[in-house]
């Protein structure tokens, strides 16, 4: 996890500086920052659009009585791509607007649901840690035994994969 926060916050902005001196050379100064101006302006756009129509989905199924899980993921990416292509550069544009892609979208989902594992039962331990406060009880298992330990049953839902098809 350090490795990929050093690359994140050390490696991406070298790229990006990288990249600005090649368009530098290659087109001159004011064109480069004329293309990184206008794709932050279209990423603007592209965000009200696309995100209306993503609240106007979550609020359909919501209203359907169904958990709209694909819909949440789809405006995560969205506010994903509205600061990346906020953050002045070609590398974060150029993923900005592919997670404007529908079918990006999909196939990310897609992937990641065949990641996602429910395993086993799980235990649940809350409480306060003080004596006789909310969540005071005594300890039955695996813990630090600051609060009762809470037995619930699941069912795994598996996920629509028709709509991770479209």
């Known amino acids: 996890m350090p490795l990929l926060l050093l690359l994140i916050f050390v490696g991406v902005p070298i790229l990006e500086i990288a990249v600005f001196i090649q368009a530098g050379d290659l087109i001159g ?3 480069t920052l004329a293309i ?4 932050g302006i ?3 756009v592209l965000l009200r659009i696309q995100g209306f129509g993503v609240v106007r ?3 359909q199924q919501a209203d359907e009585g169904k958990v709209p899980v694909f819909e949440l993921f789809e405006g995560l990416c969205l506010f994903a791509a509205g600061l990346l292509l906020l953050t002045p550069g070609f590398v974060t544009d150029t993923v900005g607007f ?5 079918p990006v979208r999909k196939a990310m989902a897609a992937f990641i649901a065949t990641r996602i594992r429910v395993r086993g039962a799980g235990r649940f331990q809350f409480g306060t840690g003080r004596p006789g406060g909310p969540g005071h009880g005594p300890h039955r298992g695996p813990g630090d035994g600051q609060g009762p330990i809470i037995d619930g049953d699941y069912q795994p839902v598996e996920p629509d994969s028709q709509k991770l098809r479209d």
């Open 42 to 44: 279209a990423g603007t």
């Open 57 to 59: 989905r979550i609020q």
């Open 36 to 39: 990184i101006l206008l794709t």
């Open 98 to 102: 592919l997670l404007f892609l529908p």
């Open 29 to 31: 100064l004011w064109p």
